[in-house]
């Protein structure tokens, strides 16, 4: 099962009420018995992911922040050629607020936040389109739109 499709499929469980997402972007299953715990777990590179058993030793794997943008954002919100970032760099910190989409070239520039990039983010009221403001010591400050 390939990456959208985990998400489509685990998106599903949220809507049934079988997972459930908590105000600090958390993903917990629910039991038949009300017993919740969190499914998630961390992988090899720092960021949350998790498995939803689909039988015959089958699952449904994604990344916690690429399911919840998902959630938060409605499906079709989700767009291949970007990636989701953390606005603030931590990558456990799936709160609404703090994921966004960009291009890959855009978070290889960003970084872990350690190369002197600042990033402002905000909405435009008239488009209601995100703003993205990068500012460097050196190099001065662009706008991406």
Do not use: P
């Given at each position: 099962m390939g990456a959208?499709?985990?998400?489509?499929?685990?998106?599903?469980?949220?809507?049934?009420?079988?997972?459930?997402?908590d105000d600090s972007g958390r993903i917990f299953k629910l039991l038949d018995t009300g017993y919740k715990f969190r499914c998630e777990y961390l992988n090899g590179y720092g960021y949350y992911q998790l498995s939803s058993y689909l039988g015959n030793y089958k699952y449904a794997t994604c990344l916690s922040?690429?399911?919840?943008?998902?959630?938060?954002?409605?499906i079709d919100a989700i767009n291949s050629?970007?990636?989701?970032?953390?606005?603030?760099?931590?990558?456990?910190n799936n709160k609404k607020d703090n994921l966004?989409?960009?291009?890959k070239e855009e978070?290889?520039?960003?970084?872990?936040?350690?190369?002197g990039f600042i990033l402002?983010?905000?909405k435009d009221e008239d488009d209601k389109r995100?703003?993205?403001k990068w500012a460097h010591d050196k190099t001065g400050s662009r706008t991406i739109r």
């Amino acid at each position: 099962m390939g990456a959208s499709e985990s998400i489509k499929y685990n998106l599903e469980l949220i809507k049934k009420g079988k997972l459930i997402v908590d105000d600090s972007g958390r993903i917990f299953k629910l039991l038949d018995t009300g017993y919740k715990f969190r499914c998630e777990y961390l992988n090899g590179y720092g960021y949350y992911q998790l498995s939803s058993y689909l039988g015959n030793y089958k699952y449904a794997t994604c990344l916690s922040h690429r399911l919840l943008f998902a959630y938060y954002h409605g499906i079709d919100a989700i767009n291949s050629g970007l990636v989701i970032h953390h606005i603030d760099y931590n990558k456990t910190n799936n709160k609404k607020d703090n994921l966004i989409q960009i291009t890959k070239e855009e978070n290889s520039r960003l970084g872990d936040g350690s190369n002197g990039f600042i990033l402002e983010v905000r909405k435009d009221e008239d488009d209601k389109r995100r703003i993205f403001k990068w500012a460097h010591d050196k190099t001065g400050s662009r706008t991406i739109r």
